[in-house]
């Protein structure tokens, strides 16, 4: 099992601890370093800020949302980066929700979240491989574009500049057991939210004919300390905003998720605090086994113990959201 360091999204603004972590991950050997956005900062400028302070780790956006681009758009921005950082570059993809895509991007939420998910890797996966000129005739996606206000004057085109990759690694945020089923059949990974080696059975039925060499790298917030009850806090205040704040409460894909495995009548609750403005009550009401089972927390021992689980089964990237130098040279010591 590879590690990577998860540096996740800015808060009120850049964190000046982030680039001292990614060399430092480069330095244990770390495979990666994943970058992310919301409504605040971007994914690729960091990344790209990143991939001139390193050289050999691995660089992925974990995860660069959809809406926020054209697929072209995004292409675009992938086949620069692998250039510039000379082939280290992994695209990882969501199509967020609808309080974010409406509320933040002005865009519609797909009706068909699968197909336009589909579209957007096809036209991804045209303009690495630059084959020919770009031609989707989508339901989300259409290249050219034939819409009723078009000119007509569109045509079809091709990268100017030659991707260095055609098979530049493409993952996906998926949730749904749908969802998951297609990124193991058009991507090269899945970025599960949440992953509890003690609960596989949540994605066997949509993990039945994995790819070779098919990634699966689940981000877990690791954490060494004495204290597990206080360790997990961190972790249930993200579960907190996620279940509760990141959606509506007639459409929440993570309280959706966090109910398939095993916690419905919690997640519900949660949501009822978080959207009644009680948040630090919110907080406290995700129960500390959920917290306990996605995340790596407490004495080294027992860290060590639990990063066993993790191993055994098909997770091929633990992507490790560490607060700082020394917890990630831990785990790079148990991992090795």
Known sequence: MRLGLALGY????????HLELAQEAERLGYDSVWTAESWGSDAF???????AHTSRIRLGTAIAQMTARSP?????????????????????????????????????????????????VDVVRQVLRREGPVE?????????????????????????????????????GAEGPKNIAQ???IADGWLPLYWSPTRTDAYEAALTELPDDFMIAPMARVTVCDDVAEGLLPVKAML???????????QNFHADLMARMGYADEARRV?????????????????????????????????????????????TDLLVLAPDPQTLRVLAELNS
Request: no cysteine; glycine share 14%.
């Open 72 to 120: 072209t758009t995004t292409a675009m921005h992938a086949l620069t980066l692998d250039h510039l950082s000379g082939g280290r570059m992994m695209l990882g993809l969501g199509l967020s929700g609808p309080q974010v895509v409406e509320g933040w991007y002005g865009r519609p939420f797909p009706k068909s979240p699968l197909t336009a998910t589909r579209e957007y």
């Open 240 to 250: 907190g905003f996620y279940i509760g704040g990141m959606g509506h409460a007639k």
């Open 45 to 51: 400028t960091p990344l790209t800020w990143i991939a």
């Open 271 to 315: 949501q009822e605090l978080f959207l009644a403005g009680r948040r630090e009550e919110a907080v406290l009401a995700v129960p500390d086994a959920f917290a306990d089972e996605i995340s790596l927390v407490g004495p080294r021992a027992r860290i060590a113990d639990r990063l066993e689980l993790w191993r055994k089964g098909p997770v």
């Open 10 to 17: 800015w808060g009120r603004g850049p964190d000046p601890r």
């Open 183 to 185: 990124t193991t059949r």
């Open 136 to 172: 989707v005739d989508g339901r989300f996606h259409a290249h050219p574009y034939r819409g009723e206000d078009a000119t007509g004057l569109g045509k079809p085109l091709k990268p100017i500049t030659h991707p260095l990759r055609a098979g530049l690694p493409i993952l996906l």
